[in-house]
């Protein structure tokens, strides 16, 4: 079936730029979707892109899509301690109603 | 924005009780609505997908006598863990396709069951 990889964890400096990587197996992805938990709470759509496009920027929120190599980045500028949080990478195939999630990264922003 | 409430945001029951969780889509309507458990530092298990007016669809190893859904209206789901167990202890979190390339979701509810 189709998998969705990400790092576990990322820890960065208040101010820096953060850069959460995904790979996914799924060939015919149509869309890709990043997601924000916060501790407790559920899932906040942060930025999504479709298959087509190479790059959506959105405030402080970068997404790279290299489709031939099946990874997703996000970037996250100027980092604050408010992004600390766990990122889900998810892609949703043309054929299904669902998302395959990843297992989150934990992004920890230190002052 | 389409907005889904998901009630109650936690809860502790016995072992052995129901439990209810319910999953409102406020400003929308939801003919689709997905269950969802998180297991610590896990990502999201997704148990079934409810259909309003029909019955649920339960991915494989999910028991759906003991995880009853229930979508009766358009903006109404919810998700029963009856008889439940100290290992049915978990955060549960619903979410709405909202339209073509957007899920909303809940807030999640964190069930401990002693």
């Known amino acids: 079936g189709e998998d969705v990889e990400q790092s576990l964890f990322l820890s960065v400096r208040e101010g820096d730029s953060s850069v959460i990587n995904c790979t996914y197996t799924?060939?015919?992805?149509?869309?890709l979707y990043w997601y924000k938990q916060e501790p407790g709470a559920g899932l906040q759509l942060l930025t999504y892109i479709f298959s087509n496009m190479d790059m959506k920027q959105d405030q402080r929120l970068t997404v790279l899509l290299n489709k031939k190599d099946k990874h997703l980045s996000l970037r996250i500028a100027d980092t604050q301690t408010g992004d600390s949080a766990i990122y889900f990478c998810a892609e949703k195939n043309s054929g299904y109603s669902t998302l395959t999630f990843g297992k989150g990264t934990m992004l920890l922003v230190s002052p | 924005g389409a907005v889904v409430s998901q009630h109650p945001s936690r809860v502790i029951c016995k072992s052995g009780t129901s439990v209810k969780i319910e999953c409102r889509s406020l400003?929308?309507?939801?003919?689709?609505m997905f269950w969802y458990r998180q297991f610590p530092k896990k990502s999201l298990m997704l148990m079934a997908t409810s259909n309003e007016g029909s019955k649920a669809t339960y991915e494989q190893g999910v028991e759906k006598d003991k995880f009853l859904i229930n979508h009766a209206s358009l903006t109404l789901s919810t998700l029963t863990v009856t008889s439940a167990h100290p290992e049915d202890s978990s955060f549960y979190i619903c979410?709405?396709?909202?339209?073509?390339?957007?899920?909303?979701f809940g807030s999640g509810t964190r069930l401990t069951v002693v």
């Open positions: 799924d060939s015919s992805s149509t869309y």
């Open positions: 400003d929308f309507q939801a003919t689709t």
């Open positions: 979410s709405a396709r909202v339209r073509e390339y957007g899920y909303t």
